[in-house]
């Protein structure tokens, strides 16, 4: 299956910001402003995951269509067994380095805790995902979500769809009432009389699951071609467009204001509950479907809108998400998200160690570390960079030609 250029752009650009947002210096620093976070409830981690859900949908659905559902479905338990191994991976390198590193066990140890390799206890809550290391927290619950995403997938390429949405929608509000710390709780009581933190997760799986499936399943119903995008997304049909650019617009003045705290503590208090980003709440929902459905539709039906605004909005978006550099580091975007967290604890350590640095410096060092997102992607592609091209071969020499000679008559 070909890929789409367009979609690898996109996770391109949120690992991007991913990065920006991530890199932690004291007393922070301006470029981490200049997002558009700061004027919606939509962030970039949460693209990231519903494009990881698209292209899984894509893949691995043309996979089952090919060569049936066992063969889908062990492809895509051999990757989250390849992504277990990277998330251990890192778990193990920070650790190393915290014990060769000066001061790093200070340094990181409101992202590690008491992390280390003599505590057994520890060390089996990370490995099962009870104990997630901040920034570590993306890949655990990507691959929880790939052991499910064979059977649902498999639903939807047999026109089955409508149930599994809908079982997303019952799971996502068990999570919005805290229907999990059933389980939870129980669990992290009897951790917390083993260490001293106990459960310690950021992302609430049963909320968060409705953005990684929503993709999955227009993944898979495009692999089997059950839905054609550009009926979907007409340019005559702008209710729907509208309807989403009128909810961007009502949330605006509230992110303002209440990411400055503007807002009465009585209101505050009504609408934090309803903003919990670890659930993935209701006012995130709202948002990360209004903005959405707003760039689908600019990308896919812009194009053809009569209006040359529109047309040129729609030009422009398709030309960031088509930068190289984008479209690069999003083919490769897990390994990427994987080294960029690396990057994230160095920086944190150097800023430890040395900083505080100015504002101009600052910059530099985001800007660079942003370039250093390039390094596994460009390895993973050596060949295609990095091979010479082979030496043309000579042409062939034409005989020459014989001079055929007659008898003088």
Known sequence: MKRLDVLDGMRGYFLVFMMLNHLIFTGGY??????????????DAQGFVFMSGLLVGMVYGRKMIKSGY?????RLFARAFELYRYAMGIILIVLAARLVLPGASNIWHDWLGTTSFTDPMRLA???TFLFQPTFMDILPQYIVYMLFAPMLIWLCLNGRWAPVAIGMLVVWMAGQLGLHRLLTSPVDGWLAGHETEGLRTSFNLLGWQIVFFSGTIAGSLTATRQIEWTRVFDPQHTLLVKAAVAVLLFFLPLRILTAHGLLPDAVLQKFGTMEVRADFGPVYLLNFAALAFSIAWLLIAGPRHDSARIRKAAAMLNSLFS????????RHSLHVYVWHVLIVFAVRYIDGRIGPFSEPAKTLIALFCVMLLAIPALYRERETYFTPAPEPKPKPVPAKLAVRTFPKM
Do not use: C, M, P
């Open 30 to 43: 301006l470029l981490v402003e200049f997002n558009h976070r700061q004027l919606t409830f939509v962030e």
């Open 125 to 127: 809550s990370i490995a």
């Open 70 to 74: 066992a063969a889908g479905r062990d």
């Open 323 to 330: 930068l190289s550099f984008l479209q690069l580091i999003g």
